[in-house]
């Protein structure tokens, strides 16, 4: 018998999702398609570039540049590369709120720059105080995270944006997980909001393309041309992509996902995950437990490990923050349904 793929019915803690149907049927399509080798398969190459120029829309850039990764850790990666290499300092830093996703740590340990992190205030975004205190010439880009992966905070990303500039640093924002919900908040973000030097935002997470749909977003050529590198047996010049062969797949089922769905779809996916979002934390407050109010469609509670536990072996598929939080990411796959069930599964233990 076939092993059959996930089902989402309990799927709680997520970032991925299911995809939207237009999405699962373009991707099928181009699934031997490489974008990697634009002159040989140019049909993928012009969809990649209405992917990026749709992620432009979405992010508050004209003309952006950029290209779709295999995810959030590539786009953070090639954030923290490029402005490695566009630094000038012989020991490059990179300053990221503690916050962060550990992609930056990856990031910091494949291109040997040292990680700073700064710690974050009592509503868990970054203290620009201590930003500014960890910046110095050494430091290549200060990064900020619209969306953070535990507690789905926005860190103040224009106060980011001037310790960067007094640093002369890049700014870097993590928008893998936000991005598709951000442009109905009233949060201060993306390119048109502030300097932002390069971006990252998923269509893999809240925007329903299939894996491997990443985001890499620059405001100038010259981030990617510090990422280009040399193509001798291609008929294109040169790559700034990390990974070589990519995924066709990703790239139609990003294009797809995004032109079926920004901008209404995405508007009711995010109410609708802002409001089951609210009411599993009225739930689960009004049952005692210490609840992290839902800025963007995610909660956190402090459920007790037990319970987590008696949850998983129900079936929920729910994992703990780092300080131990029940985590409830509400993806567009998630019910109201689904969320009642959850309550009534911890009502009965
Ligand atoms: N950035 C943020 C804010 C994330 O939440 C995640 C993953 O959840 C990543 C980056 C890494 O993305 P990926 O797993 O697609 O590499």
Redesign the pocket.
């Known amino acids: 018998m076939q092993p059959a793929p996930q089902d989402f019915g309990r799927v709680l803690s997520s ?1 991925c999702t299911e995809p939207h149907p237009d999405a699962r049927e373009a991707a099928e399509r181009f699934l031997a398609d490489n974008p990697g080798d634009p002159t040989t398969y140019p049909a993928v190459a012009d969809l990649e570039r209405e992917a990026v120029e749709l992620l432009g829309e979405i992010t508050g850039l004209d003309d952006p540049r950029g290209y779709v990764a295999s ?3 590539e786009a ?1 990666l090639q954030a923290v590369r490029a402005a490695r290499n566009l630094s000038d300092s012989p020991d490059p830093n990179v300053v990221a709120p503690e916050s962060a ?1 550990f ?1 930056f740590q990856k990031a910091a340990d494949v291109l040997d720059v040292e990680l700073r992190l700064a710690p974050t205030d009592g509503d868990r975004r970054v203290d620009v105080a201590e930003v500014r205190r960890l910046a110095d010439e050494d430091t290549a880009v200060v990064v900020g ?1 619209a ?3 535990e507690y789905g905070r926005v860190d103040p990303i224009p106060a980011l944006g001037d310790v960067a500039s007094d640093v002369d640093a890049l700014l870097h924002v ?1 928008a ?2 936000g991005g598709f919900v951000l442009p109905f908040t009233d949060h201060e973000w993306n390119f048109a909001h502030a300097p932002v030097d390069t971006l ?1 935002i ?1 269509p ?1 997470k809240m925007g329903r393309a299939p894996i491997p749909a ?1 985001g890499f977003l620059a405001r100038d050529e010259a981030v990617l041309d510090a990422l280009a590198v040399e193509t001798p047996y291609l008929e294109s010049a040169s790559q700034p992509t990390l990974t070589g062969t990519r995924s066709g797949a990703g790239v139609a089922g990003a294009r797809a996902a995004i032109d079926a769905q920004w901008p209404e779809a995405y508007r009711e996916n995010y109410e609708r995950g802002q409001a089951n979002a609210e009411w599993v934390a009225d739930a689960l407050a009004s049952r005692g437990y210490d609840v992290v109010e839902p800025v963007l469609p995610l909660v956190a509670a402090d459920v007790p490990r037990g319970e987590i536990e008696a949850l998983q072996s129900a079936g929920w598929r729910v994992s703990p923050t780092a300080a131990g939080e029940l985590r409830v990411v509400c993806m567009p796959h998630v019910t109201r349904e689904m969320l009642e069930s959850l309550v009534a599964d911890l009502d009965a233990l």
């Open positions: 970032m995810g959030g850790t953070n996703h992609s995270v969306g953070t992966t993590d893998a997980w990252a998923d893999h990443g």
